[in-house]
Structure formats: structure tokens, C-alpha cells
């Protein structure tokens, strides 16, 4: 009886499992076909009967060697720089006894619960008449702000980052202060102590911190969707967003082509996540369990 | 986890400091300038533009972004694989133009753009509007119009202006033409010979000259069809391609859209002209008059050759040709009234940004895009009429198709409308007639006058907020 | 005096590093999130197409055309009926999933990667295989089903399919992270818990009923009010799926705030909307919170 039930858990998860990865297969293939085999083929399955390598090629051949690398330093960036913050304020708001500590706290846990509806359009406005940049004066009219600018990729901050600082303060919270008080009685400074103590311990909770970040901002296709019309400035999956939204308008499709860009564009995550899932996905169930 | 939550009321008089930190950041941001820009550059300065290209050598310098739709890098080299492949030539427009000039002015450092096509495009080019930093080209169809109005665009030099039929050209609020099209197109009725022979109707003597015509002839090769082949109706796409399809026949009954400030959906034309797509609709198979994607029907009448008829432009004529059909094409069928109506399309027009920095050099790749070489070139190549008044009468444009020379001839037949534009919330208007009104229509079986006594309500509110 | 500033610094030591590490952070906030904040909802109270001219007062011209419109007011229901359901279904389908995930299987950690592996992938490189799959003739859905002798289903007509489609779309998407809270949840449950209640002489319901759910409150208060912002700002799906069709039956009220403000740069209808949406989301995530802690007392 518990052995049958057993099994019709594990058929049950892998046909859901089938479900799962099946879109990612889809366009794999779908990549390898002609437009118009395409469009005629009516199959759950795109096998291509003559395979063309033409869209994939075409990605390569074409500039969007560019938008990859756009993405790929954006990511790292997001990826850096909100692991240091958590890192840093983690530590502080866990160890550090000043004014206006709890008020951060909450801060911090408000700051995640922001629905993004509200900052949508008025950040979008502030972007584009921003002071001094991009042309603008200092009435920030003139120029274009950073509409359009390659930095507008590293500027902006979602809220929901803040979770990751209280996952960080959540795990200083259950380390010993011991590591670090012998430190301090070394004479180590704050930041030395930091950096050689805390980040080799916390070591695994950081890469949960990074990875995490790193796939997010990836996958972040809105920014660039709705800040960038240069393909040069652009990033994979922003530069797909429009081609699919083009799937509702008036126009031609190119659907291998677009699946082809998928694929690409989906592939550095998926095999991030492949080797290190273990980081990713532990610190996913943390959050929700310390949060 | 839960004491976090229910402490939240501390929070607030820090929120209340932030709030009016921000409010006055604001209130600075919003008041900083408030001069009225847009009007004031209506008719700057053409003549002083005009000069200016008239001194122009090929060495002048100049650094510009243009927006237009084949002559990126990426879709250059497209174009260029996709005609090796076809073993023909590239006769893209936006090709030879930017072969043009990079020929004729080596010292142009041009940004060439690619912003892609209908409301992405107009909602980018929006952006870089509302951002301030404006393209030196920016292009596009329906919303062209809605730039010239709003004084966004430059008037053209003369000599454009007398370069090309007037057809052609989008005129500001004041009359002046801002924006030319090297290509344009009215709708003619294309129908496959062979499928019209297969439902026992002889394609050499077929009557299509009134609406009841053209149904008759449909509804028979749909039933002759039994579920594979079928007669082909008008299209009620929901997005601008129903619109466009469907204004040639509220035009023939004397209808229209309204534009401005008023917005003219519930009258009796409207309801007729919707009844009639409400009635060819059967001929289409169910999804595919009334889907996102119109390539899924031009595909059947093209590819798989189980539509007998579709309302097209010219550019139809290069598909059917290339995928060997024995297609014959008439002009659109008459209304009852015995009048036939149509509607200008598949305009691309291209307009200088008053704002541009760079008009001049603007305006030569315009020149060179609207040149008489590479408008014959075009029009040869693609069955399409060209702006050009010189390349209009070039006899080898006119003898090149047959369809060609109709398209020619229905165009200088009068006067034909364009879509109109709407004075307030011109996209939401748009979005409620083509989805709410016209693609409603085939999809659910609600009365006309229900539909169009909701659009029309819907619509004017937008109109009057 | 060298002194005095070295004891300063001595007993302000923490709170000057504290604010020196916070400071920045606290104002690449305020920039980007806060001023946004507060100048979104002045925007509401705005007529403003973004052209520079100074933004005309309205008052409360917005709010009463949201209010008066019921385009408006529709989508707000859309927004609260498909978010609803996505949020519905992703909760039990992701529950269901972690119990069988806690039930000792080999081959466990691969089938974890598989169900994670769509939220791994951004949205728009996956939405695509379902438009094109929905394609009416041509489509692979319809080929099956004809090749099933069934009738091929015109999805774009029906707002039922519609609807279901981005509901399994987004539970495709989002099941398997949330699957995996749970079953953290789970397997932070005592297990002694399930023996002494064993003892007792529960069943499997009851055990479910008085040990698992009771022990995952935690949990279930995080997923709900993640999923309860995520789904009510949902409408990248909608937008790349449908657009608002069938007829404007998905239109939810966050595309179009989107079109409104990004499209049509209508800003004093898009700020008016937000706030109305912003301040529904906050709404229902504090009577869930008040319905969930007053069942905790």
C-alpha cells in the first residue's frame, strides 16, 4: 500500500515534470524550423523535417552579441552590489546598537511589501527628467534623462531587494558573536573583520544572495522594455519582450526566430541553475521560512 | 514573522517626513519649466532649412539617428540573405535609400534605426519625444498624423514637396506638409482563379461590382469548400489591420470614424458596414478574420491556397506571384449606393523632428529616400506605387503589373481618406473600436446596435476627459 | 580637543558606522523608490501628458472618472478575479506538489530541478510557446485535438480560455519556488508533533488538520502576501498573451494603467489608477494579516 502510493507520487511528479520542461523544449525546436514550416505545422512537438541552424545563426551574425553582454554586466552588477549591501547592513542592523535600528528594520520588511504599481509610471517620469544627465538641464527638460541611456540598466533599485538584507541580518542573528569579538581584540577594524571573518562564513547564504540577484536581473525584461528602444543598450530578454508583444500588433512574425532568442536567452540561468540549484533554491526556502 | 507585521503603525511619522520631503522634490521637478515649447516651432524656419541643403556639399559633416523600418544593421543583412536566397535583388526601400546615402554623403556618421512597427513604434518614438531627445528621422503611419497636429514635425523643404505626388504627404494643423511616404497603397479585391473554377465559377467572367456580387461568389466557394476551402471576407482584426479593412466600406456608404473631437460610431452606415463583415465573416475559417496574427490569412491565400479572396494593397501581388497562383485583382466592390470607397495605407511617412539638430542632413536622407532611382527601383521590385511624381509616369513603373497601374489609377481617382486621429486618448479610442466594436463583432454574436451603443459610449468618454 | 573627538567617535562609534553603511542605501532608495512614491500620488491629482508645460490641476477629476467609468472599474475586478485565480491555484498546486515532494522518492533533487526550472526563465522568452501553441490553425493545441478527432477550440473568442491559459501560465511559472517554501515549512515541523498526535489515535486528515497546517501559519502569512502583491500587479502576461482580448476581457487594471501612462501619457489617470490599485493591494494584504493574527490569539 505505501509502496503503491509511493509510485503514484512519483508518476504524478513526473508528469508534472514533463509539463514543466516541455516549453523549454519547444523552443528549442521551434528554433530549428523554417517560418513558414512553422506556421502549418500544428504540432505539440515543432520537429523540424530539415533543420536550419539559420535562426540561431542569425543571433550571432546580427549585433545582438551586444544586448548578451548588456545583460550579463547587469546582472553581475545587481548581483555585487546587493550582496554587498546585504552583507554590510545585514551585519550592522544585527550587530550594531544605534538610533533609529528598529525603525530600519521595519523599514526593510515595509520596503518589500511596496507594490511596484505606485512607482511604475512617476519613476519612469523622474528617469526621463532627471537633473543633469542626458542632456538635461538642471530643470531636468532639454535632454532625454536617462531614457534611452545605458545607465538607466544600473540605476534603478526594486524593493524587493530589501528582502535579501533581512535574510542576511535573519542569519547574523543565529551566528555567535564569538568569531568576531576575538577579531576585534586582535585589533581587527570593522571592515577587515567583515570581510575576513563574516563573508568566509557566511559564504553560503552570499552565493544564495548573488545567484539569486544575478538570475532576477536576468530575467528582468521590463526595465529594458520599457526604457530602451536600441537594440544596442537593449538585453536578451528585453529585446525578446518586444518581439513577442509584436505577436499582438499589426505585422509580420518570425516565430523561429523568436524562439531561437528564447532558447539563447534563456540558456546562461538555466545552466547557472543547473550547477549551483543547491545555493539558489536553499536560500529561496530560507527566506520563506526566516521571512 | 508576526510581530513584524503588527508594529507597522510606528512607522509613521517617519513616512509623514518623507512624504513632504518628496512633495516638495516633486512640485520642484513639475515647476521647473513651463514654457509652451510645441507651439512655438510650428513653421520655424523652412526657408532657412532650405537654404541651408541648397549650400550643402557631400562633405558636410553630420551625426544623426534615423528611425525607419529595413535599414539597420541587422535587417540590411537580412534583407540581403533573404534575396541571395530568392535569387533577386533587394528592392527595399529603406535599403536603397541607406545605400543612397552612404554613397552620397561618406561624411554622415548615421545612426540607422529600427524601432519596429505600429503602436511599439509609436510608443517608443513617444518616449523619445517625451524624453526630449528627439531622432533626426522618425516615421511611421497613422501616427504620423497625430505628430503633425501636434506640431512635433517639420515642414518639408519645397523641393521634397514638389518631388512627389500630394497623396503622399501629412499636413500639419496649418495645411503645411510635414511628412512624406515613399510608398503608398490603396485596397483592391485579390482572388485565386483556380479555387473560384473548383467551386464552379468561371474566374474569367465573375461579376465582383457590388458588395452582393462578392458574397454571392464567396459563399459559394465556402460551401463548395465543405470546411477546407473557403470564399474569404473582410477582416476584423483586433488592431488597426481591421480598422484599415474595414473603412474602404463604411467609406462607400459615405461613413466615417469622426476624428478631432468627435467620434462617430453608432450611426446607421456603421451598423450596415458591420453587418456586412458580420456576414462575410462566415467565409473565413472561424479565428482567423478576427485573429492577432493577419499573416495566418494572407498564409492560406498565399501558401496554402484555401482562401479564394482577401482584401489587400498592391504588395499582394508580389506574394501571389511568388508562390505561383493564377490570381486575377479588381477594384474594391461597389455598395449598393453604387458608390466604392477606400482608404490610404501601407503609407510609411517620414518627418524631421522640429527638434532635430540636424535638419538638414535629416532632410537629404529623406531626398534620397523619395530619389527618383531608387523609387522605380522599388516600385518595379515590390508591385507598389511610389511617391514620385517622376517615377509615377515612368512608363516601366506603369507597364511593370497590371496591378500596379490599377492601384495607380484608383489612388488618382479622388479623394481617399486616412484613418482619422482623435483630439484626447487617441490610443484608447482606437483600442475600444478596434477590439470593442470591430473584432466584436465577428467574435460574439451581440447586435451591432448593442455594440456600437457601447463603443460609441465608451469612446466619447475617453474623448471627453 | 584631539581627545574630546577621539572619545566621540568612541561612543558614537557604532552609530557613525551604522549610518555611514545605511546612508547610501537609504538614499539610492529615497531616489528611486521613495520621491517616485509620493510624486505618483501628486500625480493623481494632476492632467499631464509629460510635454513640458507646467501639469493643470484637477483635483479629484481622475478619481471620479475612475470611479464613474465602468471600463475602469471592470478592469479592477479583472485584476482582483485573475490575479485570484492564479494566486488560488498556484497556492494548492505548489502545496501539493511540496507533501509529495516530502514523501521519500528517489530522484527527488532532479524533479526539484525541473519544476524550478520555469521560474529560472524569464517571462518573455516562455510566454511565446503558448501564443504560439494557441494559434488557431496551425496551432499545436488545435492540431492535437483535431488529430483526437475533437473539435479544434478557437481560444482568442472565449475569455473562459483566455483567462486559463495566463492562470496556467503563471502557475507554471511560479509553482515550483513556492513548492519549495512549503516543503521547507514542512520539514521544519517537528516531527514528534506527528507522533504524539499518532499516538492520540489522528488520522490522516486530522493530523493534517491540528499538526501540518497549524505548524506551516508562518509560512502560509509569507506565500500569501508575496503572492498577493505579485498577482496584483500582474500584467506582463496579459500584455504579451492576450493584450486585454478577447474584447477587453482580460484587460486588467495594471495594463492598463501601463497603456495609460506608457502609451497614452495620460499620467493623472495612470497615477490615479495606481493609487487606487496601490492602496486596494495594501488593503487586502492588512485584512489578511488582521483575519490571520486575530486567529492566532
Known sequence: MKKLGRWLALAVLLLGAVVMIYPFLFSLLAGMTRRQEFQNLGEMLPLPKDPTFQAYRSIFTTGLIRPFFNTLLRSLWYAFVISGFSVMMGYVLSRLRFKGRTFFLYFIICANMIPGVLTLIPTYIEMARIPFLGGNDWTGFGGSGLINHPAILYVLLSPASAVWIFLFRQTMDSLPRDYEEAAYMDGSTFMNTIVRIIVPIQRPIIATIFLNMAIVTWNDFMTPFIYINNLKYTTLPGYVGTLVAALQQVGDRDYPQIFALSTISVLPPVLIFLFLQRYIVQGFANAGIKG | MLTQYDKIGKVKPLLAVAMAVSLTAGLTACGGNNEPSQQSNGAASPSASNAATESASPVEQAKLTVVGNGWDDASMEKSEADAKEAGIEVSDYNYLARKKVEADYPNYEVDWQNWGWAEQLDQKQRAAFISGSYPDIVHGETFMTTYAREGILEPLPQDIVDMVNPNFLVTNADGVPVAVSPKGNVFLLFYNKDLLKDAGIDPETVKLDTWADWQAASDQVTAAGNGKVFGGGIPSHPHLGGAFRVYPFLNALGGSWGGGDEVTLNTPEMAQTLEFVRAMDKNFPKGIGNGTDEGALYNMFEKDKTIAFVVNGTWQAAGAKNNNINYGVVQLPKADNGQSGNVLVGFDYYGVPAKSTNKEAAFNVIRDLVAKDVQIEFAIGTVTPPANKEALAEASVIDSNPILKSAIDAMSSGEIPALPVYDQNDSQIWDVINTKVIAATTMTSKSVEDILKIGQSEAEKYLKQ | ?297
Open chain 3, 1 to 297: 580637543m584631539n581627545t574630546e573627538s577621539r572619545s566621540f567617535w568612541r561612543r558614537h562609534r557604532d552609530a557613525l558606522i551604522a549610518y555611514s553603511i545605511i546612508g547610501p542605501f537609504a538614499l539610492w532608495f529615497l531616489l528611486t523608490i521613495g520621491i517616485p512614491l509620493v510624486a505618483g500620488i501628486l500625480l493623481a491629482f494632476f492632467k499631464w501628458n509629460g510635454m513640458p508645460v507646467m501639469p493643470e490641476w484637477v483635483g479629484l477629476r481622475n478619481f471620479s472618472f475612475f470611479f464613474n467609468s465602468n471600463e475602469y472599474l471592470s478592469s479592477i475586478w479583472k485584476q482582483l478575479f485573475i490575479g485570484g485565480l492564479c494566486l488560488i491555484f498556484n497556492m494548492l498546486i505548489s502545496f501539493g506538489l511540496a507533501s509529495l515532494f516530502n514523501i521519500p522518492i528517489r530522484g527527488k533533487g532532479l524533479l526539484r530541478t525541473a519544476y524550478y526550472l520555469p521560474n529560472i526563465a524569464a517571462v518573455s522568452a516562455t510566454v511565446a510557446v503558448v501564443v504560439a501553441l494557441l494559434i488557431p490553425h496551425g496551432g499545436g493545441l488545435n492540431g492535437l485535438l483535431t488529430k483526437l478527432g475533437l473539435e479544434p477550440i478557437i481560444w482568442s473568442y472565449s475569455a473562459g480560455w483566455m483567462i486559463f491559459w495566463v492562470v496556467v501560465f503563471y502557475v507554471w511559472r511560479n509553482t515550483g519556488p513556492l513548492a519549495i517554501i512549503w516543503l521547507a515549512g514542512l520539514q521544519s515541523i517537528d516531527p514528534t508533533l506527528y507522533e504524539a498526535a499518532k499516538v492520540d489515535g489522528a488520522n490522516r486528515l486530522q493530523l493534517l488538520r491540528y499538526v501540518t497546517l497549524p505548524g506551516l501559519r508562518g509560512i502560509a502569512a509569507f506565500n500569501f502576501i508575496r503572492e498577493i502583491i505579485g498577482v496584483m500587479q500582474m500584467y506582463d502576461i496579459v500584455m504579451l498573451m492576450t493584450s486585454g482580448g478577447p474584447n477587453g476581457s482580460t484587460d486588467v487594471l495594471m495594463y492598463r494603467i501601463y497603456r495609460d501612462g506608457l502609451k497614452s501619457y495620460n499620467f493623472g489617470m495612470a497615477g490615479a489608477s495606481s493609487v487606487i490599485l496601490g492602496l486596494l493591494t495594501v488593503l487586502i494584504t492588512l485584512v489578511y494579516l488582521r483575519l490571520f493574527l486575530k486567529e492566532e490569539k
